[in-house]
C-alpha cells in the first residue's frame, strides 16, 4: 500500500488522484499505460505530462475538465487560444446562455450592418469587438455546458 503524501503544494493530477483515494499503483492499473514511476514524476513536475496522458486520466479520473485545465494552461497553443472553463450548475449555465442570446439578439442588426460591406470601419470597430466579447462568452458558455454534459450524464 502506498504512503499518504505530506506535500503541501500539490498539482492538479495529484490532487485528482488522491480524491479518488487512489495510490500511484493503482492509478496506474487504471490507466494502463502510464507507469506509477512516470505518475510520480507528473505529480512532482519533474517531466512534461503529455496530452495523451491527460486524456486518459480525464477518461479513469471521470473528469473532463482536466483536459481543458491541461489546454489552457500547460500547452503553448491551448494557453494562446484556450479559455479555461470552470465547472458550474447547470442552472447557472443556463441563465448564462440565455442572457447572452438575449443581448446578441439586441446586437444581430448591428452585425449584419457592420458586416454587409464585409470591411469593418472605425466608427464600426467599438461595437464589433463588443460583439466578438459576447461571442467569446457564448462559445466558453457552450464548452461549459459540454463538460457538464460530459461529468454528469456519461458516467
Not at 495510490?23 to 519533474?46: G, H, P, V, W
Amino acid at each position: 500500500m502506498g504512503r499518504k503524501s505530506v506535500k503541501t503544494k500539490k498539482n492538479i493530477y495529484q490532487e485528482l488522484r488522491e480524491s479518488l483515494d487512489l495510490t500511484r499503483e493503482k492509478a496506474s492499473d487504471l490507466l494502463e499505460f502510464i507507469s506509477d514511476d512516470r505518475i510520480e514524476k507528473i505529480e512532482n513536475d519533474k517531466t512534461s505530462i503529455r496530452p495523451e496522458e491527460v486524456l486518459k486520466m480525464a477518461e479513469v479520473y471521470h473528469k473532463p475538465e482536466l483536459a481543458n485545465y491541461y489546454c489552457s494552461h500547460e500547452c503553448p497553443i491551448g494557453k494562446k487560444y484556450v479559455p479555461e472553463v470552470k465547472e458550474k450548475e447547470l442552472s447557472q449555465i443556463t441563465l448564462e446562455m440565455l442572457a447572452i442570446l438575449n443581448s446578441l439578439d439586441l446586437q444581430k442588426n448591428r452585425l449584419i450592418e457592420i458586416t454587409v460591406d464585409g470591411q469593418i470601419s472605425d466608427d464600426e470597430h467599438k461595437d464589433f469587438v463588443e460583439i466578438k466579447r459576447q461571442l467569446d462568452e457564448m462559445s466558453k458558455t457552450i464548452a461549459s455546458l459540454s463538460m457538464w454534459v460530459d461529468t454528469k450524464l456519461k458516467r
